[in-house]
């Protein structure tokens, strides 16, 4: 069994800084992300978008950041370990054995709980087709906006991010509709005023879908019925973008008895939860007595904070604060 001084469970944003910080406090460190493309909710939700709020950044695509995150997290060589799934975690004497994907694998002197929102999964429409052409014209987020130049494109589901992926490919794209099952879209306003005024969207509103029909390998049409008429529609379409929301499965610790608040884990100022040992950083992590934003800026201060706590809790004898990176001289 593999034996680190630190497990990362997520690698988000904050696993992956996390990850960055452990290598600068020289810990042994591993990450464990359970999908299998680190960055969390940046991948998952706002790939192509300009995140403005990155201190000494003033504007960076969602994708762009991701890749700079792993980047870094690895500029010490430091370990990130996909499509690992952490299922639990146990104390073994000194140690913690963490189990992922049901079986244990590694065993670690401390634990830092980076999970976010949780796993995250998109909600499926479960219609016939969808499973079919996934990735083959059915997808559920935009990653290549390149892959929609020209096409006539459905967008199931009327919300704000059904609206967001519309507006950042509707400039190459021929037409788009957004299906909505409800009787009104729910996306902000200046959202759906800014696609209607490119004159290449028809909003269906009180519509489910049916079925995506195809030859084998790609997709032709989507059939659609009115919710209360029943009335079929088949339209023409190249692809389907379903934005109908994730599924999200929050890390259940099983085998530890971690204080949460309201359903987030509980840390103090150190980041530390009440099982010494296990400390929990980013958006999964609250204080019970501030509130606390769900921002990257916020989440990068916690990794820092609960990394260099890590680092007095391996070796008590250690400084909290390690040293400042531009003392560091690379290669
Ligand atoms: C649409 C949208 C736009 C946003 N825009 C901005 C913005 O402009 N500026 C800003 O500052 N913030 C923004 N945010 C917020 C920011 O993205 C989050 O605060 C940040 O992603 C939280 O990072 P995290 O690493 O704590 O959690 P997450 O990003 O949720 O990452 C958690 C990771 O842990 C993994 N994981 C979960 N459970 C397990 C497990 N059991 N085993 C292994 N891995 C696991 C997940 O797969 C995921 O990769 C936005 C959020 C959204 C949804």
New binding site residues.
Partial sequence: MEEYELAI???????LFSTFCAGLRDIKSVT????SE?????LK??PV?D????PGIPSIKGMDLSKALITQAKLFGAEITLN????DVRKDGENFLIEVNGESKYKSKAVLI???????RPTKINVPGEDIYEEKGVYYSVIDREAFSGKTVAVIGGGDAGFDWANQIIGSCKKIYIVEYMQNVKAMERSVNDLLKTGKAEILTSFEVKEIIGDGSKVSSLKIAGVKTGEVKNLAVDAVIVAIGHKT?P?SLKSLDIELVNKKIKVDENMSTNVPGIYA????AVFSSRPKM??????FSDAYMAVNNIKRYLNPASSVFGEHSTNLKLG
């Fill in positions: 469970i997520g690698g988000g944003p904050t696993g464990l992300e359970a999908l680190a960055s969390g909710q940046i939700f706002y978008k995140v403005l709020d990155v690992s799934k952490v299922t980076c999970t976010g929102i949780g796993s995250l499965e890390y950083a980013g958006d999964c769900g921002l990257l800026a916020v989440c």
